[in-house]
Structure formats: C-alpha cells, structure tokens
C-alpha cells in the first residue's frame, strides 16, 4: 500500500507539474506559476520521502511508518492542495491553510527521526 500510493504521488506530480509548465504558463500570473511551481517541488520531494518510506516499510517490516506516512501524506495533501488551488484562481484566503499542511510535514518527519532514534 505505501509504495503505491507514493507512486500514485509521482505520477500526479508529474502530471501536475507538466499541466503548470505547458497548461498555464500563458494564462497564469507570475505569482500564480510561483505558487504552482513551489507546490510541485514539495509534492515531488514528499513523494520521494514517501516512496523512500514505502521501501523502509517492506525491508524492515517492524518499524512503523503509518502514522509518519499518513501526517507526510495528509501534509502533502493540504499543503500543495491549497497553493495549486490559489494558482488555479481559487481565492486567497486558502493560504491560510497552507502552512497546516507544512505543519504536518513537519511533524510526520520529525516523528519518523524519533521512531528512527527510538529503534
């Protein structure tokens, strides 16, 4: 499962980031091609972890990546969610939401290093 749904999270994210560079480059604002560009890196980067986490989870079956997955996942969901819906002309106000989902990254990580140290 977690290796699917990281793979699912790269395949988007390169759909994603192929719609900002050909689909809005000529109707976006330059602060809209921003907000989509920084959400692309993060999707990639976080699908990456969790691709990483996925393999961690099949050769050490013991050491438990749910909830570090699923905070990363979530984190990802709203974080890059909120900005590709700004850049697509949704209203501002969802980059209030945004730094939750950062928030969450955060702490999915910082729960994989104490599961990491804990091991």
Do not use: D, E
Request: proline share 3%; aromatic share 16%; charged share 5%.
């Amino acid at each position: 499962m977690w290796l699917g749904t990281a793979a699912v999270n790269l395949a988007v994210a390169v759909m994603l980031g192929a719609f900002g560079a050909h689909g809005l480059k000529h109707t976006a604002s330059a602060q809209q091609l921003q907000w989509w560009f920084t959400a692309t890196q993060y999707f990639f980067w976080h699908a990456l972890g969790l691709l990483a986490l996925g393999v961690l989870a099949r050769v050490m079956p013991s050491f438990a990546v749910k909830m570090p997955f699923c905070l990363l996942q979530l984190g990802l969901i709203i974080f890059c969610g909120s900005l590709y819906l700004m850049a697509l002309g949704f209203p501002r106000w969802l980059g209030a939401i945004t730094p939750v989902g950062g928030i969450l990254m955060i702490i999915g990580w910082l729960m994989l290093a104490w599961l990491a140290f804990k091991q």
